[in-house]
């Protein structure tokens, strides 16, 4: 069974650095990509940023660009979010999520970990 756990969440001042670890399980995804989602209070969950491992290429949401880096293990099942220069606006549940297709849609989700930055 597939599985995604994600840690490493936790409260951070303003202009901090947290980063967030996702560790696969039951299967690869080297073949497809992953990527970081997040959800604060009351809202819709959106994209951060995302690696699509045949070809290395990452993305980002333009809200986290220049602060957040995308990266892996070279096994292709463990994922990282560097983030630095942490906004109170950053403050959300973070979700890993992963694809076999590196253009398809996400269908495999962690149970989230939540980030608070304080002003």
């Known amino acids: 069974q597939v599985q995604l756990v994600e840690s490493g969440g936790g409260l951070v001042q303003a202009g901090g650095s947290l980063r967030l670890s996702c560790a696969a399980s039951?299967?690869?995804?080297?073949?497809?990509?992953m990527g970081w989602f997040r959800q604060a209070p009351g809202q819709v969950r959106e994209f951060v940023a995302s690696i699509r491992w045949i070809f290395g290429v990452t993305t980002y949401a333009d809200s986290v660009k220049g602060r957040f880096t995308i990266s892996g293990d070279n096994n292709k099942n463990t994922l990282y979010l560097q983030m630095n220069n942490l906004k109170p606006e950053d403050t959300a549940v973070y979700y890993c999520?992963?694809?076999?297709?590196?253009?398809?849609?996400?269908?495999?989700w962690g149970q989230g970990t939540q980030v608070t930055v304080s002003s």
């Open positions: 039951g299967r690869t995804f080297s073949g497809g990509a």
């Open positions: 999520a992963a694809t076999t297709t590196g253009g398809g849609e996400y269908n495999y």
